[in-house]
């Protein structure tokens, strides 16, 4: 399987740097400085234990470059952030996309653009950081992509993007990375926005770690992931009945100081995902004719905030 990442970054980095080092036909196409050092180094990852890999690689400047370079492509994992004025899709048609973006809407708008038969869900869990051009630390924790296909509209076309999805999580497990393949990869992608997405926009508004969010702000947390839960349910997503109760039990179990990379992009002034997360929710509940008050407010407050700054 010759597979290309969208982005050398904390996911496409450390996971395509892997599946290189395992010896399997890996891509990426890049640009500016990261691009520069992939051709000139390659990837710099330091494990969970502080161990340094140096991976030569394979880039390009586009996908167009890179199957002549690998010599084919069968898939391609976007493993980049959907930021304002950013190009969330690769430029490539007929390729099965994998999308990895903390955004329930994302995979939906995949469908329009590259038909559903060409779209493979996929959720990410790592914690992982970017540390410069092609350069990328993992953090103790999971590391993992878990893929799955459209619900079945006709055979031919979800089963080629589930044939596709299995292959692709037998490459993940060579190169020692976790994942599974789905038969319902949605209600993954909407259990974990319950908990990204929440987290991440409280967190923000509150300049508060999830430490103080599931203390003193839990109530607030709480509204926040019924209305996801609500939402998802709107759209057919056969999410666990105890949904709610489980992501707070996850937020219990994590480190009081974490934050999400939402949150933090939206504290330093960066461009960051809110819209494609916070911004999907509302717009999913506004399609399903389900309101969501508190998703409303945060964001409203989250946008005007950033305006006067």
Do not use: C
């Amino acid at each position: 399987m010759k597979i290309g990442f969208l982005g050398a970054g904390a996911v496409g980095g450390y996971f395509g740097g892997l599946m290189a080092k395992a010896g399997q036909d890996v891509g990426f196409v890049a640009r500016g400085e990261t691009l520069a050092r992939l051709q000139d180094t390659g990837l710099k990852l330091t494990d969970s234990e502080d161990h340094v890999h140096d991976i030569p690689v394979v880039s390009a400047a586009d996908f167009g470059e890179l199957k002549r370079k690998l010599g084919g492509l069968d898939v391609v994992v976007v493993a980049t952030k959907a930021l304002p004025g950013n190009e969330t899709f690769p430029a490539v048609q007929g390729v099965p996309v994998v999308t990895t973006h903390n955004s329930v809407e994302i995979p939906y708008i995949a469908a329009e653009r590259f038909g559903a038969e060409n779209v493979i869900p996929g959720v990410i869990r790592g914690y992982l950081t970017h540390t410069g051009p092609a350069a990328v630390k993992l953090y103790p924790g999971p590391l993992s992509l878990n893929v799955g296909a459209f619900p079945r509209s006709d055979a031919s076309s979800h089963d080629h993007a589930a044939s596709i999805g299995r292959e692709l999580v037998e490459h993940l497990h060579a190169a020692g990375i976790g994942g599974s393949y789905y038969e319902d990869i949605f209600r993954d992608v909407w259990s974990k926005a319950m908990f990204v997405t929440t987290t991440g926009e409280l967190g923000a508004l509150a300049h508060q770690p999830l430490g103080y969010l599931r203390t003193e702000l839990r109530p607030t947390l709480q509204r926040l992931m019924e209305e996801v839960e609500t939402v998802g349910r709107a759209h057919g997503v056969n999410l666990p009945k105890d949904i709610v109760a489980k992501t707070l039990a996850f937020a219990d179990e994590q480190i009081p100081s974490a934050t999400s990379s939402m949150q933090r992009d939206i504290t330093a002034g960066l461009p960051n995902e809110m819209d494609a997360q916070v911004g999907a929710i509302r717009r999913m509940g506004q399609r399903a004719g389900v309101e969501t008050p508190l998703h409303d407010l945060v964001h409203g407050a989250l946008v005007g905030r950033l305006a006067s700054t």
